[in-house]
């Protein structure tokens, strides 16, 4: 019988954003996939106990006995929840840019990017130091004792229960109290402190008696009865049981599960041992088979035979790129169709964001991860592959932010702190100020080139620091610059070259420069281009990355990170 699967291709459900484009519903013979004898259907598909979907949508998942999209939701203990690529805090889906999950206990406005738990609670480790499930603030030489934090500069933990100020530097502890060791010592058997002179401080470490390593012996150890059984040639041990292999010596044996087999002469294939036929090398799900023989061809744990040479596999069904198209995991009764993930699609009538089809209602309608919008569109926002609708929103929605996957409606109450390994979202504090991804206290630490430093005494508050949304020198995420400023003036583009440091001046030399004025005249830039900054209020600037520079004045401006974007020269122009 022809055991080929029949392949659906499942129709992703509607875009729930108001303004954002549908998925295309249109009912085409291309959408239907290859079936056993080259005849096509529809079906429904069936979610295993492992968590597959069995012939319906590759693209789909299951959450317990539901089919989802992962593209569109996420699952947590068999409940479904909406957006993608969410964490799950027992069976509470959660971004991890905003909340943490500590202990089965999910707390919103804690990053988890940069915090961690104290028990069941988050906290930030630059700022604060959990010591046994309390959370203190932290300076610049906290240190734990048990639940309570001491001064470790001027202070002494003593058996982890005991704080005790230090006299000297050369203080030390001898059970709950402290001594001199310059002048005293500490018994080690009654701990009483003496002075160094007393010939009781000559005490000296008993020698250790090694004893030699016992000889190792060729023993079958069963777990359960934690009986050993010895066994010699040709016989092997395998999860504590003996088995016969003849022609086997010392370690030859091999094992398939409990039971042991000689390889020269047998095969295991998923559990069961087979005898080993010339040739038989593999296994096809538990069939043994030869892959040099002709027209045989293993798809997925499934053995064909008798297949034609341009047939080939997908999944666990053969293709024919003479008859078919082959999107994905998918086989589609057409020939010459270009794919969207797992779907055809006609390039001219439809868009394809990131593996789903969509009808295009413009030549402007672009993508926002899997959905399609219109970026001319005031009341859309697209957060890095999430796309938000701005019609709730109380305040002035030009004002609205994002922060990686998030997006920030108040910035008054929230602040994005970005750098070029993360964007992190925290909730905003007095005296508090970005440094690239981490949320400092500027009357503890200083930033200098996006990294933070301890405010030193004799600099006190003198040292250079940054705020992170002042406006002197940040790094922003492409989608939070500002149409305003950036489409009414000249902005530069290229690539670092080389990076110059000289006091609180930072010299970076950009090559590839593209100038933009206004987003509408180009013009490339005969000579590398100089930029110089003002070192530490300026984030760091990586040799090799693609920036867009918007001048502002003294050595500051506004820097953004092009490199993960797909068309980075349009992306500029198309924002404008």
Not at 488 to 496: A, Q
Request: hydrophobic share 25%.
């Amino acid at each position: 019988m022809d055991i080929r699967t029949v392949i659906l291709i499942m129709l992703a459900t509607h875009s729930s954003i108001p303004g954002a484009t549908s998925l295309d519903n249109e009912s085409q013979g291309s959408n239907q996939a290859l079936s056993a004898g080259k005849q096509c259907c529809k079906r429904r598909g069936e979610c295993r106990d492992d968590g597959s979907v069995l012939n319906g949508d590759p693209s789909k998942q299951c959450c317990g006995k539901q089919e989802f999209d992962p593209s569109l939701q996420s699952c947590c203990v068999d409940r479904l929840h909406e957006g993608a690529g969410l964490s799950c805090c027992n069976t509470t889906a959660y971004s991890p840019t905003n909340s943490s999950c500590c202990q089965g206990n999910l707390t919103s406005g804690v990053s988890e990017l940069v915090s961690d738990c104290c028990q069941s609670v988050p906290f930030y480790p630059l700022t604060e130091i959990c010591c046994v499930g309390r959370i203190h603030p932290r300076d610049l030489h906290s240190k734990c004792c048990g639940p309570e934090v001491h001064n470790e500069k001027t202070q002494l933990c003593c058996r982890n229960t005991t704080i005790l100020e230090k006299k000297s530097e050369h203080d030390v502890c001898c059970g709950n109290n402290s001594y001199n060791k310059e002048t005293h010592c500490c018994t080690p058997t009654d701990l009483r402190t003496l002075p160094r002179n007393d010939t009781r401080c000559n005490f000296t470490k008993n020698d250790i008696n090694v004893s030699p390593a016992p000889q190792r012996k060729r023993c079958c150890m069963n777990k359960m009865t934690n009986k050993c059984q010895h066994y010699g040639a040709n016989q092997t041990c395998c999860e504590g049981s003996i088995s016969d292999t003849p022609g086997t010596g010392w370690l030859e044996g091999r094992c398939c599960g409990p039971k042991g087999y000689n390889p020269e002469n047998q095969i295991c294939c998923e559990g069961r041992v087979f005898p080993r036929k010339q040739d038989e090398t593999q296994c096809c799900g538990v069939e043994p088979y030869s892959v040099a023989k002709h027209g045989t061809l293993c798809c997925n744990g499934i053995l064909y035979r008798d297949v034609g040479e341009e047939e080939e596999c997908v999944g666990s069904t053969l293709y024919s790129p003479a008859q078919e198209t082959k999107c994905g995991s998918a086989v589609h009764c057409v020939v010459g169709q270009h794919c969207c993930g797992h779907e055809t699609y006609n390039p001219d009538k439809h868009l394809c964001c990131a593996g789903k089809r969509h009808k295009r209602s413009s030549r402007k309608t672009m993508c926002c991860g899997v959905q399609a919008y219109n970026p001319k569109n005031q009341k859309l926002k697209c957060c890095s592959g999430h796309l938000y609708s701005l019609t709730h929103l109380s305040t002035n929605t030009s004002h609205s932010e994002c922060c990686g996957t998030h997006l920030i409606a108040n910035t008054s109450l929230e602040t994005c702190c970005t750098s070029a390994q993360m964007q992190v979202l925290y909730q905003t504090q007095p005296n508090f100020s970005c440094c690239g991804h981490l949320y400092y206290n500027t009357s503890q630490h200083r930033c200098c080139a996006g990294n933070v430093r301890p405010l030193s005494k004799q600099r006190g508050t003198r040292g250079p620091q940054r705020n992170g949304h002042s406006g002197d020198c940040q790094l922003l995420h492409f989608a939070n610059l500002m149409i305003s400023e950036f489409c009414n003036t000249t902005v530069f583009m290229g690539t670092v070259d080389s990076v110059a440091v000289r006091g609180t001046s930072r010299s970076v030399l950009l090559k590839n420069v593209l100038q933009i004025q206004g987003a509408k005249n180009v013009t490339a830039e005969p000579a590398a281009r100089l930029l110089p900054l003002d070192h530490c209020s300026c984030p760091p600037m990586s040799q090799g990355i693609l920036y867009l520079w918007i001048p502002g004045n003294n050595g500051k401006g506004q820097i953004s990170d092009l490199s993960q974007l797909d068309s980075p020269l349009y992306a500029v122009l198309s924002k404008c």
